[in-house]
């Protein structure tokens, strides 16, 4: 069974292609990283699967279903989230209420509940207050459950976008170079932090330019150069492969 | 829960202010003022929060103020409507013809947004002067009493006490929808759309919703003042009103709702004080409005509350 | 018997007359849009501002020249010295308003410079008091017939005018360093910065700049419309819809906008009615916006995340 599958995807800018025939899917319950030089289409990726762009040939399927060109917020509801490359928080709100916009689908959202304070909507907002103070310790900011995100460093607010994509409880969840930015020791723990993820459950797909991560957390990567697939497999099938040797790790990337 | 407490002392604090007010306002003039600051209230807590907390800018919501103001003109002085059932189908028609135009001048952003609200209230406001035949033009129209059930408000106390409960009203309906799943919406939106959908945050709708309610709240304001002072012309829907809407929201502070309030009260007795100055009372106004907004970026609640924060840290 | 061709070819020409007279009065009023719109897309290059109170630059022009005549000065001295006065406010403005509001959101920006315009006006009336003055035309009043239609000369001096200050911009950004040097700053404040370049005397002369074109289409416009302490408030919005049209941001794009504005609205003002002729403007922005949201000539942003 897979959870992801996706078919014959093109994207093209202008005329050109960012994504080209790709074919691949991914098993549910694994640690997948994407990789590839820069400008090979890894973000690009990341939006056409969680509907910020819409291919401009091809299908995706996701759980069985075909999302195809559904907006981002459809998606969520599919059990898709993702972090972003760069950062994309909510500076206007408490760190809190960031992770709460991740219960977003749990919560009430109809305007007139909401409006008269329903006793429904405000026993609701203090569970989930609850559950987003528990999902705050689980990613290590228990320090910040009382901060506003615009006073939180660069290293926090990197966990805090993981608490909010996990707060929409996804089956799967795309990270896009979470480590970026970070200090060894910081990746470090991240690195704990993905594994800890996946650990409940989740499958995690990661773009991530930190080959060390990459090789320690992954159970399957996915090679991209210019828009194609280069290769796929284990870390060692794809570090023994010679395609991706030449074109992407180079001579030294053996003994990386 | 400590956590709600600033939202009850602001509206106990609110409570206070309305029910002293009246020990201290020497004359029916000073009652006037602080009715038209409290029906531009209400037009600034439904635009903030389409503006401060939703992150949407609208220079045309005048507009909405306008033809509330005329709906309720037209029906109750032309056509023998009682004015309630005129206001409401003010406020529902102002309704609908927001939501129409919401999903498209919403898809715009930033400048373009500011251009395609601008249009929009200012192509209002030049029909309400060309329709000479309903509107009476420019020269304005007079607008029958504010009568209920064979009942009408005759003084000032009486207005001021109608406009504070709906201004209460307002402000406790505004500070429920900003702490609530709806508001962290809005304000998601305005951090971030595309992390706002990724989360499961339909925008578009969120969006759409905010710009009718603050629609539908001018349009209410709009027939309060239409009704509170008798006679209304096109200047209500002119594109220097929706600027100083707009201003108040700014110059209280964005996303603050009693920023609303102390924006709606200083801008609309300023021009009062300003009188004295005669022919430099324009010049002035623009130097205040210039002043704060150089000075005091984030408006005077915020950029106060930061101060009695770095006093008291 | 040739009573029916006669009538005919009668008609024709009338219609065709009067088709030329709306079409003339759309292009000079369109050029004075495209001059506003300019002011506005320069200024927006240089500091991503949209500037509110250029339309003020319109009515300061005018507004001075009347003053100057009065005083019994030459009309040519009158105009020039008007652009000069004009363009001193321009930079003053940027100097005490803008300049120190840098890196304020875009709301308070608008603000900032709606405050300005309101001040500007404010101090108008306090000179010049509310009354509307006339300005004799450059080169005098006698139309000249075109086709049955009637051309003022005053209209060749606008058209002129904006074509002469179109090649000189564009020699301007194209072919002079302190053109570059703006060009440069529009597209990436902080690598111009790195490369030597001044930006804010970029800054001061992106408004010294605006102002004068603001000021040429105010001295230009005066003679056939008047001019007033509030004459600059459409005249300005109706530069802002030229600049949108035409893509915030690209000066080409700002002048087409301006003569589709201007020619539109004089066909709706000829062959439909007057009384919308001011919404024309905005019914045009509104529908393009809505089905092309970055203008006719606008880059397309992708968002980037």
């Given at each position: 069974?897979?959870?992801?599958?996706?078919?014959?995807?093109?994207?093209?800018?202008?005329?050109?292609?960012?994504?080209?025939?790709?074919?691949?899917?991914?098993?549910?319950?694994?640690?997948?990283?994407?990789?590839?030089?820069?400008?090979?289409?890894?973000?690009?990726?990341?939006?056409?699967?969680?509907?910020?762009?819409?291919?401009?040939?091809?299908?995706?399927?996701?759980?069985?279903?075909?999302?195809?060109?559904?907006?981002?917020?459809?998606?969520?509801?599919?059990?898709?989230?993702?972090?972003?490359?760069?950062?994309?928080?909510?500076?206007?709100?408490?760190?809190?209420?960031?992770?709460?916009?991740?219960?977003?689908?749990?919560c009430?959202?109809?305007?007139?509940?909401?409006?008269?304070?329903?006793?429904?909507?405000?026993?609701?907002?203090?569970?989930?207050?609850?559950?987003?103070?528990?999902?705050?310790?689980?990613?290590?900011?228990?320090?910040?459950?009382?901060?506003?995100?615009?006073?939180?460093?660069?290293?926090?607010?990197?966990?805090?976008?993981?608490?909010?994509?996990?707060?929409?409880?996804?089956?799967?969840?795309l990270?896009?170079?979470?480590?970026?930015?970070?200090?060894?020791?910081?990746?470090?723990?991240?690195d704990?932090?993905?594994?800890?993820?996946?650990?409940?459950?989740?499958?995690?797909?990661?773009?991530?330019?930190?080959?060390?991560?990459?090789?320690?957390?992954s159970?399957?990567?996915?090679?991209?150069?210019?828009?194609?697939?280069?290769?796929?497999?284990?870390?060692?099938?794809?570090?023994?492969?010679?395609?991706?040797?030449?074109?992407?790790?180079?001579?030294?990337?053996?003994?990386? | 829960?400590?956590?709600?407490?600033p939202?009850?002392?602001?509206?106990?604090?609110?409570?206070?202010?309305?029910?002293?007010?009246?020990?201290?306002?020497?004359?029916?003039?000073?009652?006037?003022?602080?009715?038209?600051?409290?029906?531009?209230?209400?037009?600034?807590?439904?635009?903030?929060?389409?503006?401060?907390?939703?992150?949407?800018?609208?220079?045309?919501?005048a507009?909405?103020?306008?033809?509330?103001?005329?709906?309720?003109a037209?029906?109750?002085?032309?056509?023998?409507?009682?004015?309630?059932?005129?206001?409401?189908?003010?406020?529902?028609?102002?309704?609908?013809?927001?939501f129409?135009?919401?999903r498209?001048?919403?898809?715009?952003?930033?400048?373009?947004?500011?251009?395609?609200?601008?249009g929009?209230?200012?192509?209002?406001?030049?029909?309400?002067?060309?329709?000479?035949?309903?509107?009476?033009?420019?020269?304005?129209?007079?607008?029958?009493?504010?009568?209920?059930?064979?009942?009408?408000?005759?003084?000032?106390?009486?207005?001021?006490?109608?406009?504070?409960?709906?201004?209460?009203?307002?402000?406790?309906?505004?500070?429920?929808?900003i702490?609530?799943?709806?508001?962290?919406?809005?304000?998601s939106?305005?951090?971030?759309?595309?992390?706002a959908?990724?989360?499961?945050?339909?925008?578009?709708r969120?969006?759409?919703?905010?710009?009718?309610?603050?629609?539908?709240?001018?349009?209410?304001?709009?027939?309060?003042?239409?009704?509170?002072?008798?006679?209304i012309?096109?200047?209500?829907?002119?594109?220097?009103?929706?600027?100083?809407?707009?201003?108040?929201?700014?110059?209280?502070?964005?996303?603050?709702?009693?920023?609303?309030?102390?924006?709606?009260?200083?801008?609309?007795?300023?021009?009062?004080?300003?009188?004295?100055?005669?022919?430099?009372?324009?010049l002035?106004?623009?130097?205040?409005?210039?002043?704060?907004?150089?000075?005091?970026?984030?408006?005077?609640?915020?950029?106060?509350?930061?101060?009695?924060?770095?006093?008291?840290? | 018997?040739?009573?029916?061709?006669?009538?005919?070819?009668?008609?024709?020409?009338?219609?065709?007359?009067?088709?030329?007279?709306?079409?003339?009065?759309?292009?000079?009023?369109?050029?004075?849009?495209?001059?506003?719109?300019?002011?506005?897309?320069?200024?927006?290059?240089?500091?991503?501002?949209?500037?509110?109170?250029?339309?003020?630059?319109?009515?300061?022009?005018?507004?001075?020249?009347?003053?100057l005549?009065?005083?019994?000065?030459?009309?040519?001295?009158?105009?020039?010295?008007a652009?000069?006065?004009?363009?001193?406010?321009?930079?003053?403005?940027?100097?005490?308003?803008?300049?120190?509001?840098?890196?304020?959101?875009?709301?308070?920006?608008?603000?900032?410079?709606?405050g300005?315009?309101?001040?500007?006006?404010?101090?108008?009336?306090?000179?010049?008091?509310?009354?509307?003055?006339?300005?004799?035309?450059?080169?005098?009043?006698?139309?000249?017939?075109?086709?049955?239609?009637?051309?003022?000369?005053?209209?060749?001096?606008v058209?002129?005018?904006?074509?002469?200050?179109?090649?000189a911009?564009?020699?301007?950004?194209?072919?002079?360093?302190?053109?570059k040097a703006?060009?440069?700053?529009?597209?990436?404040?902080?690598?111009?910065?790195?490369?030597?370049?001044?930006?804010?005397?970029?800054?001061?002369?992106?408004?010294?700049?605006?102002?004068?074109?603001?000021?040429?289409?105010?001295?230009?416009?005066?003679p056939?419309?008047?001019?007033?302490?509030?004459?600059g408030?459409?005249?300005?919005?109706?530069?802002?819809?030229?600049?949108?049209?035409?893509?915030?941001?690209?000066?080409?794009?700002?002048?087409?906008?301006?003569?589709?504005?201007g020619?539109?609205?004089?066909?709706?003002?000829?062959?439909?009615?007057?009384?919308?002729?001011?919404?024309?403007?905005?019914?045009?922005?509104?529908?393009?916006?809505?089905?092309?949201?970055?203008?006719?000539?606008?880059?397309?942003?992708?968002?980037?995340?």
């Amino acid at each position: 069974m897979t959870l992801l599958r996706v078919e014959d995807l093109h994207k093209t800018f202008g005329g050109v292609g960012a994504i080209q025939d790709l074919t691949f899917s991914i098993n549910p319950g694994t640690i997948h990283s994407i990789i590839g030089p820069n400008g090979a289409g890894k973000t690009t990726l990341f939006n056409l699967i969680t509907g910020l762009y819409e291919p401009t040939r091809g299908r995706i399927h996701f759980n069985d279903a075909d999302i195809t060109g559904q907006p981002p917020h459809v998606l969520a509801r599919h059990g898709l989230s993702r972090t972003f490359q760069n950062l994309q928080i909510f500076l206007n709100m408490s760190a809190m209420d960031n992770v709460m916009v991740g219960y977003h689908l749990r919560c009430d959202g109809r305007f007139l509940p909401s409006l008269f304070r329903f006793p429904s909507v405000v026993r609701k907002d203090a569970e989930y207050r609850e559950r987003a103070a528990a999902l705050m310790a689980f990613v290590g900011l228990e320090d910040y459950v009382a901060a506003d995100a615009s006073a939180m460093p660069y290293g926090a607010l990197k966990r805090l976008e993981i608490a909010r994509a996990l707060a929409v409880q996804p089956k799967m969840l795309l990270l896009d170079e979470p480590a970026a930015g970070l200090n060894p020791s910081e990746t470090l723990a991240i690195d704990g932090l993905i594994q800890k993820v996946a650990g409940r459950g989740v499958t995690v797909v990661l773009v991530e330019h930190d080959m060390r991560l990459v090789w320690a957390v992954s159970d399957h990567i996915l090679v991209l150069d210019h828009g194609r697939k280069l290769a796929e497999g284990t870390g060692p099938e794809v570090r023994s492969n010679p395609d991706v040797v030449a074109a992407y790790l180079g001579e030294g990337g053996r003994d990386r | 829960m400590g956590f709600w407490q600033p939202r009850r002392a602001g509206i106990l604090a609110l409570a206070a202010v309305i029910a002293v007010l009246p020990a201290v306002l020497p004359n029916a003039f000073y009652y006037d003022v602080v009715i038209l600051v409290g029906i531009n209230a209400i037009v600034c807590v439904g635009l903030n929060l389409l503006i401060g907390y939703g992150g949407q800018i609208s220079l045309g919501h005048a507009g909405f103020f306008g033809l509330g103001a005329y709906f309720s003109a037209v029906l109750t002085g032309t056509y023998d409507w009682p004015p309630l059932a005129a206001l409401a189908t003010g406020a529902v028609s102002v309704g609908v013809l927001s939501f129409i135009v919401a999903r498209p001048i919403l898809k715009l952003k930033g400048h373009y947004l500011a251009m395609g609200t601008l249009g929009m209230g200012i192509i209002i406001s030049i029909a309400l002067n060309q329709e000479v035949d309903i509107t009476g033009g420019p020269d304005g129209m007079p607008v029958p009493a504010f009568a209920i059930a064979g009942w009408e408000p005759s003084s000032e106390q009486t207005w001021y006490w109608i406009v504070a409960a709906l201004l209460m009203i307002s402000v406790w309906l505004a500070l429920n929808l900003i702490d609530s799943p709806v508001g962290r919406a809005l304000r998601s939106v305005h951090g971030s759309e595309v992390a706002a959908s990724v989360a499961g945050v339909d925008v578009t709708r969120y969006k759409i919703l905010i710009f009718v309610v603050s629609a539908v709240m001018a349009s209410f304001a709009g027939s309060l003042y239409a009704h509170y002072t008798g006679f209304i012309t096109p200047d209500e829907a002119s594109f220097f009103h929706s600027i100083e809407f707009v201003t108040m929201v700014v110059l209280g502070g964005m996303a603050s709702t009693f920023g609303s309030l102390v924006g709606a009260a200083i801008l609309t007795i300023l021009p009062q004080l300003l009188t004295v100055l005669h022919d430099f009372e324009m010049l002035a106004f623009g130097a205040i409005l210039m002043g704060t907004m150089i000075f005091m970026r984030k408006g005077l609640v915020p950029s106060l509350v930061d101060l009695a924060k770095r006093a008291r840290p | 018997m040739a009573g029916k061709p006669l009538f005919l070819q009668w008609l024709l020409i009338s219609v065709l007359a009067e088709f030329l007279q709306f079409l003339f009065s759309g292009v000079t009023i369109g050029a004075t849009y495209a001059l506003v719109g300019l002011g506005f897309a320069i200024i927006y290059n240089a500091s991503h501002v949209i500037n509110f109170a250029q339309g003020e630059f319109v009515m300061i022009s005018g507004m001075s020249t009347v003053s100057l005549l009065a005083v019994g000065m030459p009309l040519p001295v009158a105009l020039l010295l008007a652009v000069g006065i004009t363009v001193v406010v321009g930079v003053a403005l940027e100097k005490f308003a803008v300049e120190p509001a840098r890196n304020a959101s875009v709301v308070t920006l608008i603000i900032i410079t709606i405050g300005a315009s309101i001040f500007l006006r404010g101090a108008a009336e306090v000179i010049w008091g509310r009354d509307f003055h006339s300005v004799p035309a450059f080169s005098g009043s006698e139309p000249i017939i075109i086709g049955g239609a009637a051309l003022l000369p005053q209209s060749l001096w606008v058209i002129g005018a904006t074509v002469v200050v179109i090649i000189a911009l564009r020699w301007f950004f194209g072919r002079t360093r302190t053109g570059k040097a703006m060009l440069a700053t529009s597209y990436n404040p902080l690598v111009a910065r790195l490369m030597g370049i001044n930006t804010r005397f970029i800054l001061s002369l992106s408004f010294g700049l605006a102002a004068m074109l603001g000021a040429l289409a105010g001295i230009l416009i005066a003679p056939i419309s008047l001019t007033y302490p509030s004459v600059g408030v459409m005249l300005g919005l109706k530069g802002f819809c030229a600049a949108i049209l035409g893509g915030l941001g690209n000066p080409m794009g700002a002048i087409l906008g301006g003569l589709i504005v201007g020619v539109s609205e004089a066909m709706t003002a000829g062959y439909i009615s007057s009384a919308y002729k001011d919404a024309v403007a905005f019914v045009i922005i509104l529908v393009v916006l809505v089905m092309i949201p970055n203008g006719l000539f606008g880059v397309k942003g992708t968002e980037r995340v």
